[in-house]
Each structure stands twice: as C-alpha cells, then as structure tokens.
C-alpha cells in the first residue's frame, strides 16, 4: 500500500511561517486526492482545519492555508502562535473507498 | 452533532472488539454522509478503519478488512464496529466521527481506550 509521508517534527518560532508538507512513497499528490488537514493537541480528538486541499473548515483561523506545492499537498501557518503547538495530520483519499493517514507532524512552537 | 463511542475496554488477545457509537442532534439516516472509525494507537499515528452508510453500504481498510465488520442501528441512532482476533497491535484509542466526504471526518467523537491484554 502507498505510503504517505510528513515531516516528523518540525519547530516554528512565534510569529514564524511554517510549510508542512504531506507527500507520496510513490508518485505525486494532486487535488484528486483531496488532501485533509487535521490538528490534534494531547488528549483531544483530531479537529478539521482544511478540506478538499484549501478550504478552511468553519472556525479556523486565516493563518492556516492549504495548498499544492510541487507534487505534494502543503499546510501553511502564518504567524506561528503558541497553542498552534500540536501534531498535525493528512489524509488522502486514494480512491476506491479508501483512505490513509500520514504519520503525523510534531509542531513546536519555540 | 455529538458523536459518543463506548464498549469494551479490555479486550483478551485472540477475542473479539465491539464498540458503539452513539449519534446525537442529527439523524444517522440524514444525508449522504458516511460514518467513520478511526483509530490511534498510544502514542502513534491515525489509522482509518472504515465507514459505513445507512443503508448499510460499507468500506474498509485493505489492512483490516478481513476482521472488520461495521452495522447501524437506526433505530437507536447509533452504529458499531467489531474486530475480531485482536492483538496487543489492536491497542488504541478508537474514534467514530461523521465522513463528509471520504477523507473529511468532521465532528469526531471524544475516543474509547481499548487495550488488548491478557
């Protein structure tokens, strides 16, 4: 099965702009894979930020954007905050009903 | 919409997993949506385990299809998942959530620890 890969971890001081990046073991990820964008602090459940590559769901804060960049889907934070420090997830729907999640990114904030 | 998952907790390596989602201030049957489980090993990353319809259509996993098994009860607005041959791997907190789309789960229940040990 395909992999899809993120970042492990990445650090973003206050104020910063940050790119994460959600790619493919093989081949390159386009809108057809309608990239989601989920933010998850401890003990929480994952929380939507982006949908279908760059819509914001209701409630999210303008500084999250989505996009393609190269041949990966792409979440960008501008204007870094402290309680942005989470784990961040994609999802790409792979077609035929099926759906995986990137292993997640640590975010800290520093 | 308010999503609630519960059921066993402990779970015998070899025996069967069963939880249930309670669905609250919407129907199960509304919409074209898709009802989702998901899960979270300690610690790990997501994993999707798949999502059913209230017609009873479902998907899964490749990964876990062979020990699956989703249903829905509209009369009680709820739906559930059963994984049968558990193992230590099978330790994680399990999420219901509403899929929107395939991929857009939105809400998510709060999550039910599962931990499977002898």
């Known amino acids: 099965q395909t992999v899809v890969t993120q970042e492990p971890s990445f650090s973003v001081s206050p104020g910063g702009t940050v790119t994460l990046t959600c790619g493919l073991s093989?081949?390159?990820?386009?809108?057809?894979?309608?990239p989601t964008w989920y933010q998850q602090t401890p003990g929480q459940a994952p929380r939507t930020l982006i949908y279908?590559?760059?819509t914001r769901s209701s409630g999210v804060p303008d500084r999250f954007s989505g996009s393609i960049l190269g041949n990966k889907a792409a979440l960008t934070i501008t204007g870094a905050q402290a309680d942005d420090e989470s784990d961040y997830y994609c999802?790409?729907?792979?077609?035929?009903?099926?759906?995986?999640f990137g292993g997640g990114t640590k975010l800290t904030v520093l | 919409l308010q999503l609630q998952a519960s059921g066993s907790g402990l779970v015998k390596p070899s025996q069967t997993l069963s939880l249930t989602c309670a669905v609250s201030?919407?129907?199960?049957?509304?919409?074209?949506?898709?009802w989702s489980w998901i899960r979270q090993p300690p610690g790990k990353g997501l994993e999707w385990i798949g999502y059913?319809?209230?017609?009873?259509?479902?998907y899964y996993s490749p990964s876990l299809k062979s020990r699956v098994t989703t249903s829905v009860d509209k009369s009680k607005n709820q739906f559930s998942l059963t994984l049968s041959s558990v193992t230590a791997a099978d330790t994680a907190i399990y999420y219901c959530?509403?899929?929107?789309?395939?991929?857009?789960?939105?809400?998510w229940g709060q999550g039910t620890l599962v931990i499977v040990s002898s």
């Open positions: 959530a509403r899929a929107l789309t395939p991929n857009w789960f939105d809400p």
């Open positions: 201030g919407d129907s199960i049957s509304s919409g074209s949506y898709s």
């Open positions: 059913i319809y209230h017609t009873g259509r479902t």
């Open positions: 093989s081949g390159s990820v386009s809108t057809s894979y309608s």
């Open positions: 279908n590559t760059d």
């Open positions: 999802v790409l729907y792979m077609g035929n009903y099926n759906v995986v």
